[in-house]
């Protein structure tokens, strides 16, 4: 059996031999042991006894009498010349088969293949590796694993998700499933963290862990930032009350933040420096709920009580700044206007029974306002360029991420608030998100760089910050909170 001071699935199987050269059907390896004292975790590979391709991968706790938490499907290596147990097709069968693991815990799987291919090509193949066979054990230990097992094996396996070598992994794991398995991929994570953080506040009243992730990748005329996080594990900004109510507690927690930041950026050459334009692509920012509808019926307040975006605001600074001359950015933009009409009424009617005396007060008033929900900014702070975009309040012009609402608007029918996923004049999308294309909402950042670093690689930071704001919709509550998350990555362009 491999240790369990530092367990490495990808190096261990390297060791093994072949499926028909085992001497005894199942090898193991410990993937945790608290001392001894206490069970300990360990993965195991079975080999059939009908078919020397065939095997089966299970995790169990070793009690006195071992408990197992999981048992794969049968799974068949195709016959190769090969003395390794992990050959090529070795790694590609068990990689697909934490990957299935992991994507059978979201309430929301498709019917889509997983296909990771050129797994020989892969830079970094032990990262990708290790991360799947991590995440599968992460969620085994949340859904399956006793309590008293449980909480210390959670945190070994979490030490191991974090690592730098892992969190690349994720990366070039996110590249090979592609967009739609990465979306299902990180909502069934998010859903377990979720349970987990709920599990931690309850019982433990500990900080929670920030499983935030996130990723980058820079290509030609391109930059794309990827970020999730599950809405219970972001910082509280601001809040006006306790949550007592357990549905409504229920619905705001068991959604993720899914964001992508996509920047076009193109080089113009000149005689004595060249110019580096940056353009806003796409910014999307998107509430995605990790249970099913009938699910937060029951147990919630439905899907119409969430968060919704308030503020964004992103910072990209050159991380090397000797060959920069200036930096420039374009004015705030005019933001899209939306008219629409309001009306006050007031009406009043005495009629005293048995007379013919009546009186009868009205009063209207319609008036028309220019929503600019949204406001973008950008300035510049030494050679980082600075972008926001703020929502605001229709009805007093405030900020939302940093003000609260009234008493009164919030039992108000007609708030902008209310039925705010329904309504024609929302400032959202229909699902309760926000896109900004570069179109609507700012223009370039523009860098002067001298003709030096010509041939060089340049590196850009990422900074990031997303406001999350809930104000009843339908609910009546006097609840209402802000939360943020910080993110950072890096961005690289190859000058000419």
């Known amino acids: 059996m491999a ?60 009690f006195k009498t071992p408990i197992s938490l999981f048992v794969s499907k049968p799974l068949r290596i195709i016959g190769s010349n090969s003395t390794k147990f992990l050959n090529e097709n070795g790694i590609s ?98 859903l377990a963290i979720t349970n987990w953080i709920i599990e931690i506040k309850a019982f433990q009243h500990l900080k929670s862990p920030s499983p935030l992730f996130s990723y980058a990748f820079s290509t030609q005329g391109l930059w794309k930032v990827h970020i999730y996080c599950p809405v219970v594990a972001m910082e509280m900004e601001s809040v006006n009350s306790s949550l007592n109510d357990e549905r409504l507690f229920f619905s705001l927690n068991y959604h993720q ?32 709920r990790l249970v099913n509808e009938k699910l937060l019926s029951e147990r919630g307040m439905g899907t119409g009580e969430k968060h919704f975006p308030s503020r964004i605001s992103l910072q990209l ?36 029974p048995n007379t013919f005396f009546g009186l009868k007060v009205s009063a209207n008033e319609t008036t028309t306002k220019s929503m600019k929900p949204w406001k973008f900014e950008e300035w510049v702070h030494g050679y980082s360029a600075n972008l926001t975009w703020f ?31 329904t309504s024609a004049f929302r400032p959202f999308t229909k699902q309760g998100g926000v896109v900004f294309a570069g179109d609507s909402y700012g223009q370039s950042v523009l860098w002067k760089v001298d003709k030096t670093a010509i041939g060089k690689v340049m590196e850009f930071e990422v900074k990031g910050c997303v406001w999350l704001t809930y104000w009843p919709n339908k609910h009546h509550t006097f609840y209402s909170d802000t939360r943020k998350l910080e993110f950072k990555e890096m961005l690289y362009l190859n000058l000419p």
């Open 317 to 352: 600074t050159p991380t090397v700044q000797s060959n920069i001359i200036m930096v420039s950015v374009q004015k705030s933009s005019e933001n899209p206007l939306t008219e629409f009409e309001v009306e006050k009424g007031i009406e009043a009617t005495i009629e005293p």
């Open 391 to 421: 929502l605001h309040d229709v009805d007093d012009g405030r900020e939302v991420s940093s003000s609260k609402p009234s008493k009164v608007s919030m039992m108000n029918p007609r708030a902008w608030f209310k039925n705010r996923y």
């Open 257 to 288: 933040l899914e964001g992508v930041i996509q920047f076009n950026h193109r080089i113009y050459v000149r005689e004595k420096w060249f110019n580096i334009a940056v353009n806003i692509d796409n910014v999307r920012c998107d509430i995605i």
């Open 3 to 62: 240790s369990c001071d530092s367990p490495d699935a990808f190096s261990w199987l390297q060791t093994l031999p072949h499926l028909s050269q085992w001497k005894r059907n199942s090898m193991s390896m410990c993937i945790c042991s608290p001392n001894s004292s206490h069970p300990s975790l360990n993965f195991y590979l079975t080999c059939s006894s009908q078919s020397p391709n065939i095997f089966t991968f299970s995790v169990v706790a070793d």
């Open 93 to 190: 069968t068990l990689l697909m088969g934490f990957v299935d693991v992991v994507l059978n815990y979201n309430i929301k799987r498709t019917t889509c293949s997983i296909q990771i291919q050129n797994l020989g090509s892969t830079s970094n193949l032990k990262d990708v590796f290790n991360l799947a066979f991590f995440t599968f054990v992460f969620l085994i230990c949340i859904y399956e694993a006793p309590t008293s097992l449980r909480r210390t094996c959670l945190k070994t396996v979490k030490d191991q998700l974090v690592t730098c070598r892992l969190r690349q992994g994720s990366k070039l794991l996110m590249v090979q499933l592609g967009s739609n398995l990465e979306e299902q991929w990180m909502r069934s994570l998010n």
